[in-house]
């Protein structure tokens, strides 16, 4: 089911995946770095549809900030990164992509 949330982060997040949506993000505030790509360490499911781990290995390092959008694929490994002091606000939309 598609839907949409507002997230406030000031912390590192786990790993995930996502195996049945695709996210849409869009910074709102704030800022930090979100890698995408790679692969999951220690991954495990924890729901429907949803894999989270520990960290990625490899993967892309994308700064962000406010004003930024990013696009992340139904199935890529993505982890928000964030140094001290830091902290953004983001609207992210997930949505089912069309096979």
Known sequence: MDSAFILYRAGNSQAEIHTLQADFIFFREGEGAVIVGGKIVNGKPTGAGEIRGEAIEGGTTYPVKAGDTLYVPKGAPHQF???????????????????
């Open 81 to 99: 990164r964030l140094e001290p002091g830091q902290h953004f606000t983001a609207t992210i939309v997930k949505i089912t992509p069309q096979e």
